[in-house]
């Protein structure tokens, strides 16, 4: 049912030829593995805000949030979830990322994407992600 659908939004932040990743805390679902930082969206709550919201208080910073750069679902046996992935800029005078609410965040590149845990609902957008990063 879509009642049991869990909405997520995360942001794909470019830096020069990397994107920044975070690792989920111990305890949490997919605990360890690393993913494009966001969170759950609350009910009634624009997409784009609660990204800047989830943002905010995992990493600490303040963002700029562009278009739509992926939406994808997935069925964990636990929960179903829909991802919407939105490309992100550090808005001005913003503090550079730190972990926060999370348990570490790292700068990726592309060689990088292929010696890290992704959870199964962002192997998608990780792919498009190598593909951008990736010269052609």
């Known amino acids: 049912m879509a009642s049991d659908t869990v909405l997520v ?19 949490s679902h997919l605990a360890g593995h690393w993913e494009l930082p966001g969170g759950k969206i609350e009910p009634r709550e624009d997409p784009r805000a ?16 562009g278009a739509p750069f992926e939406v994808t679902s997935h069925a964990y046996p636990e929960k179903h979830v829909l991802l919407l992935f939105f490309e992100v800029t550090l808005a001005p005078g913003s503090p550079r990322p730190r972990a926060i609410d999370v348990a570490d965040l790292r700068w ?29």
């Open 50 to 65: 609660a990204l800047a919201r989830e943002l905010r208080e995992e990493i600490g910073v303040e963002v700029v949030v």
């Open 9 to 27: 939004v995360a942001g794909v932040l470019f830096e020069g030829d990397a994107v920044l990743l975070t690792q989920r805390k111990a305890g």
């Open 108 to 136: 990726a590149r592309t060689q990088e994407l292929d010696d890290l845990s992704f959870p199964a609902a962002d192997v998608a957008v990780i792919d498009r992600i190598r593909a951008r990063l990736t010269p052609s």
